[in-house]
């Protein structure tokens, strides 16, 4: 899975879809870099990476204010 997410994100790269490479610098910003949490940091990578592409999406095509509304909603989802 974290293959075929890691190379999705790539290709995205290579293609010039993702404006900004914001898929790569939300799992850098959201990641623990912690030694006693790194491996459930490791396995949430591929979440990381689908949510960072679609707020990248959302911010290309909608504007800063869909990417950041989605964003404040997949938290308050996460909390629930």
């Known amino acids: 899975i974290i293959y075929v997410v ?14 900004d490479k914001g898929s790569l610098a939300f799992i850098v910003i959201h990641m623990s870099f912690d030694p006693e949490t790194i491996v459930n940091e490791l396995l949430n990578i591929p979440s990381y990476a689908v949510a960072g592409i679609l707020f990248a999406i959302a911010y290309e095509h909608k504007g800063p204010a869909c990417s950041m509304t989605a964003h404040i909603v997949y938290n308050s989802a996460s909390l629930i």
Do not use: A, D, Q, T
Not at 6 to 19: A, M, P, Q, T, Y
């Open 6 to 19: 890691l190379n999705s994100i790539f290709e995205c790269w290579v293609e010039n879809r993702c404006k």
